[in-house]
Each structure stands twice: as structure tokens, then as C-alpha cells.
């Protein structure tokens, strides 16, 4: 199997402000990720990212917010999703002038 791109698209989130998510179906996983899954999801204001969820070989599953990076857990392709557009609601909510 080759790498199969599951999607990718921009979500437009307010005048200013758009999310933009990739994923990807490998034929294996990454080294140090469990999953078959190569992501990079990010949440742009203004044309600053201020919020990114991805994966690299050798570093894993990861997200950075307010220039600080920590360890994302993985569940699924849907959690992912789900999980980061939670953190936008978050964001949006602490930083009101987006």
C-alpha cells in the first residue's frame, strides 16, 4: 500500500482565522508512533499559527500552543479532530479578538 491522503482542507473559522488539516494513511507507522497516521493540523490567525497538532518521525504525536509543545495522546483519526477543534474553541475563547 502506498501513503493515501485521507484529507486535506481549510476550514475557514472567522473572518481572519481559518483551520487547516492533513492526514494521511501510511503504509506503516512513523517511528515513535503507534498508528498509521501522518497529520498536521493547524489553527491560523491573522497568518500567525497559534495552534498545530502533527506527528514527525522520531518525535510522535505532539501539539504546540502559545509557543509551548507537549505530548498528544492518539486515539483515533476522529479524536484528533475532535480534540483540536476543542482546543480552537478554547483558544477563540481565551483570545476573543480573533
Do not use: I
Not at 481572519?16 to 493547524?42: C, D, G, I, N
Not at 492518539?74 to 481565551?94: Q, Y
Amino acid at each position: 500500500m502506498k501513503a493515501r491522503e485521507l484529507f486535506n482542507r481549510r476550514v475557514p473559522v472567522s473572518e481572519q482565522a481559518f483551520a487547516e488539516l492533513v492526514l494521511w494513511e501510511l503504509p506503516e507507522p512513523l517511528s515513535a508512533s503507534a498508528h498509521p497516521y501522518k497529520y498536521r493540523l493547524a489553527f491560523v490567525v491573522a497568518g500567525t499559527c497559534v495552534l498545530r497538532y502533527d506527528n514527525e518521525a522520531g518525535k510522535g504525536d505532539h501539539r504546540h500552543v502559545a509557543g509551548k509543545e507537549s505530548k498528544y495522546r492518539f486515539v483515533s483519526a476522529e479524536k484528533l479532530v475532535a480534540d483540536f477543534f476543542e482546543d480552537v474553541r478554547r483558544w477563540r475563547d481565551e483570545n476573543s479578538n480573533d
